[in-house]
């Protein structure tokens, strides 16, 4: 018996459709801040991982090409990625890297720095994308954080298609920030309702 | 033949619920967001949460008696 496919079981679709957008215009990467928020946001407010566990395109994604199109090795993921001390490490340096955008981004808005028509990947190959920009009445700030975040959105999508290839389809949801993250505030929601309720 | 159950390491599960996804009986739930649970009473002991389990934390188990 399968279970009943549900709208949201399409949502790779979208996903799939946010990585192409951005070949042709890089400014269709600020949609990318709904995988951010969604999640946190029904995180915090309900307290449950619904995000990952239904809603999630890319985690299909993967699922998908892994699953059904057969391009994974199927096998056990190393024990030291999924040790809290990598997911949590991976998560610090995440953030740590985001928030570097965000100050590039500033810099740029500031105007004290140039746009940079580049895409990072892997926070170190220096990919040039100016195809993909077609120019902003905004501020170039705008476009600076685009290039930012669609680098963000690529390099994940990378590093998860290499551990598909390599362990189990979807292997990215062991160490994926947003996915740790949820986890995270799930787990300190519910210290803080178990205390409530022992009061 | 003594029945196995799936049997989820709760410590390490990462609540990415893809056990959820292909359980054919529904009888994995991710309560809370924290880590996921079987339905013992549901499972069938078929295993294909165990293989889906990017953590592959999920061990098949005999449970009964
Ligand atoms: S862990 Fe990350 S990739 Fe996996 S379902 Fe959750 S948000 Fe999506
Ligand atoms: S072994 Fe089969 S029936 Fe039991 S929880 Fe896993 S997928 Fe569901
Ligand atoms: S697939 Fe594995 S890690 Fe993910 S929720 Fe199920 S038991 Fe936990």
């Known amino acids: ?199 | 033949m003594p029945k196995r159950k799936a049997t989820i390491s709760a410590r390490e599960c990462v609540a990415c619920g893809c056990c959820v996804k292909v359980c054919p009986k529904s009888a994995i739930t991710v309560p809370k967001g924290i880590c996921a649970e079987v339905n013992k009473a549901l499972c069938i002991g078929c295993g294909k949460c165990a293989k889906e389990c990017p953590a592959s934390i999920i061990k098949m188990e005999v449970t009964e008696p």
Do not use: E
């Open chain 1, 1 to 199: 018996m399968k279970q009943q496919k549900k709208w949201y079981d399409y949502l790779w679709i979208a996903s799939l459709t946010y990585l192409i957008l951005g070949f042709f215009n890089i400014l269709f990467a600020w949609l990318g801040l709904l995988c951010f928020f969604i999640p946190l946001l029904i995180s915090i407010a309900k307290g449950n991982k619904a995000y990952c566990n239904k809603y999630c395109g890319r985690g299909q994604l993967f699922a998908l090409a892994g699953g059904r199109f057969g391009l994974s090795r199927k096998k056990d993921i190393p024990k030291w990625m999924r040790s809290n001390y990598f997911r949590y490490g991976f998560l610090t340096f995440f953030f740590a890297m985001f928030f570097l955008m965000l100050w590039n981004t500033y810099l740029v808005f500031a105007g004290a720095k140039n746009l940079k028509m580049a895409v990072t990947l892997l926070w170190t190959f220096r990919v040039p994308w100016h195809w993909a920009y077609h120019g902003t009445w905004l501020s170039d700030g705008v476009a600076q954080f685009a290039f930012g975040f669609y680098s963000v959105m690529l390099t994940s999508t990378i590093l998860g298609l290499i551990t598909m290839v390599l362990f189990k389809p979807r292997s990215w949801c062991v160490y994926c920030p947003m996915g740790t993250m949820t986890q995270l505030i799930c787990k300190a929601r519910n210290v803080t309702l178990s205390q409530k309720i022992k009061k």
